[in-house]
Every structure is written in structure tokens, then in C-alpha cells.
């Protein structure tokens, strides 16, 4: 695609698209990485990951990389804070307790440098490991709310967060962002916390525009990151909504998608 010519700036989602089912990136990646290197092309992994776990993954090219992590609660450039949106103290103080009665549920506060649960069950402990990789057992949630500031509030349940967990929390959501970023995780956000405001952020910065900027995902916390970019592309194991959104599609975070769109806009070059 001759079109592709345009594009300054790569953003991708993590799990479930950069990422494949075993959480691996590839090596594919990391050598398509060093020619959009040589070729001036900016990447920026964007998710609902801790900063330190996306790191962990990409991790050879770290400090080359712009990361927005917490589903934009956080953008990063090595070191450098480039923005932050935190969860209000009261609203995360009134719903931990509605989620501690909401059944299924394990939530996760979601710090700066440390996540906090609560929850004993060993399945969900285990799971949520791979998302966050510093974090602490706590016996009271509410005491680390009322000293921390909190990014979000990451929900997860064993089958379906969009099914058991989403609908029961709809009287809340003309406060909060809600957005399910996963088969089992919906997320608990600030109204300005999204990959989309941290992605307009990123592309100030490199005054990079919607019409050079590529994007990739699979789930609703994508929808705002992929509004912000021309060439948006829904994996092929995205959900049908973000299908329906994006203006491409490419095969799914097992067979490569992301680097094989990566491929064609260097042979386009």
C-alpha cells in the first residue's frame, strides 16, 4: 500500500496483538524494529499493563520506545512522565466496596511502580502476574486508597468481565470510564484516561498528525487510540466491535499480524 509511505509513528496494543497467546513477543519484531529504526519510524506500546511489566516484554529496545501504559493512566519516554490521569481518591474509596460485593470479582489497584490486591484466590493471583509484575498483598484496599494515588481499578473474572462484571456496574459509568480490555478484565478509569488522549499526547510531542500515525488492536480500551490514527487495524482475533471500527485488518496475534503489516509498510518505503 503505497499509502503507507506517510507513516512516522506505530502503535500497538500488547496482549492479544503484539503479544502472542503465550505473551511472547516475537524476534520478527525486534528486527523489523531496528529498520523502522533506521527509517525514522517512531513505536509506542500502548496497554492496560503496568509500565514495568510492558518493559519486561520489550525490553531490548526500551529506551527507543514511547510506552502508555494503565490504559493511558500513564505515558512514558525511558524515564520521562509525559502525562498521568489518576482516579479520583473518593470514587476509588466508593468502589472498592461495591466491587467487593460483586461476585467473581478480584480487582487490582493500580499505582504508580506497584499494584495492590487484596484477593487470596490462587487462580487469580497466579493469572494476574503477567499483568503486573510489582505488586503487593494487602488486607485492606481502602487503607492503600486513602495514601495512594491510584491510576485504576482493574477488574477481573474467571470467565467473562463483559458479561458478569460490565452490566452490573452501570450505575457508575457517567463518573468513571469503564472499558472491558480483555476476555476477563474490564478496567475503572478517570474520563480522561484512555490510550487515545495519551496516544494525542505522543504525536504532539513528535508532531506527528492522524494521517501518519498506524495503529493496532484487539479490544474496547483500543476504541480512542484508534480513532487517532488513519491506519487503524483490528487484529484478526479482535473483538467484533473493534472490527467494525477499524479501517483495516490484519491476521491474528498468533500468526504475526502486527509484524506482517509491519513488513509491508517497509517494503512500501
Known sequence: MTAFSKVKLIVSDMDGT?????????????????ELKKRNITFCAASGRQHNSIIAKLDKIKDDIFVIAENGGIAKQKNKILLSHYLEKRKVLQLIPILRKTEGANMVLCCDGEAFIESKDKYFIKHFQEYY????????????AETTAVFKIAVYHSQSSEKYIYPKLQSIQ???????????WLDISDKNANKGEALKKV?????????????FGDYHNDIEMMQEADFSFAMGNAHKDIKALAKFSTETNDNNGVEKVIKELLDAL
Open 203 to 215: 504525536q504532539e510531542l513528535l508532531e506527528v498528525s492522524k494521517e501518519e500515525t498506524m495503529v
Open 133 to 144: 509484575h510489582s505488586f503487593q498483598q494487602v488486607e485492606n484496599l481502602m487503607a492503600v
Open 174 to 184: 457517567d463518573t468513571v470510564l469503564l472499558k472491558v480490555s480483555g476476555k476477563n
Open 18 to 34: 503484539l503479544l502472542n497467546s503465550k505473551g511472547e513477543v516475537s524476534a520478527v519484531f525486534f528486527k523489523l524494529f531496528k
